[in-house]
């Protein structure tokens, strides 16, 4: 099956500062999403991005398909960026989301 | 992702008790998902429902019983359950179910705890 791996699996960032996390995939993927699971659970749709780049405030992501990782940037962090922050995908053919282990994230003010 | 909403936001049973989870949602999406989560996992897919039918049974326990009475409405009653079965129980929906290729968009989810 596809393997998932996200980096790194822990960070810790001051307030203001900027950061990249990263998902590698295994395989050719047909969609892969970011989610935010804030604190309470939440399990938030951050963005849906096969491929290409896409903005969203302070957060955007880019999928490199053919290179099989997908990056998530997120600029002036603020506390309530804390969580953890997953990548999943999907391929043609198989029938379920593969989330990766998670990227846990804390911004201290 | 608000628009998924699901009942109750948290639930204390013992072993014996029965109880019902509840979601809902009114995007028009045709296919909804159980999923469940340990602490400090990823969701793990239990159910898939592709136009109110069952596609997907990931060889869960029979004492979780999923049921999709209409479309915008999915159940999950359970029964005797085990303390293991304690975690985060995560409702989702998308547009369809083609082999999964839709985004699939989640509710804030029920905290079950089993004494």
């Known amino acids: 099956g596809i393997q998932v791996e996200q980096s790194p699996p822990d960070l810790i960032l001051q307030e203001g500062a900027n950061s990249t996390l990263r998902c590698n995939f295994s395989?050719?993927?047909?969609?892969l999403q970011w989610f935010h699971q804030n604190p309470w659970g939440q399990l938030i749709n951050l963005f849906y991005i096969p491929s290409g780049t896409k903005q969203n405030g302070r957060l955007s992501a880019t999928t490199v398909a053919t290179e099989r990782y997908s990056l998530l940037y997120i600029s002036s962090s603020q506390t309530t960026d804390s969580g953890v922050y997953f990548c999943a995908v999907l391929r043609y053919g198989y029938n379920k989301l593969i989330f990766g282990a998670g990227t846990r994230l804390a911004v201290h003010p | 992702d608000t628009e998924v909403t699901q009942t109750p936001k948290h639930l204390v049973m013992g072993m014996t008790n029965k109880k019902s989870l509840k979601c809902e949602q009114h995007?028009?999406?045709?296919?909804m998902y159980w999923y469940k989560q340990k602490a400090k996992k990823p969701p793990e897919l239990m159910f898939v429902y592709s136009y109110e039918k069952l596609s997907i049974n990931e060889s869960v326990p029979s004492r979780f019983s999923p049921e999709c009475p209409n479309s915008s409405l999915l159940n999950l009653h359970l029964h005797a359950l085990q303390p293991e079965d304690s975690a985060l129980y995560l409702c989702?929906?998308?547009?369809?179910?083609?082999?999964?290729?839709?985004?699939?968009?989640f509710g804030d989810g029920t905290r079950l705890s089993i004494l």
């Open positions: 989702a929906s998308s547009q369809e179910y083609r082999e999964g290729l839709e985004p699939q968009h």
């Open positions: 995007m028009g999406h045709r296919a």
């Open positions: 395989d050719s993927v047909n969609n």
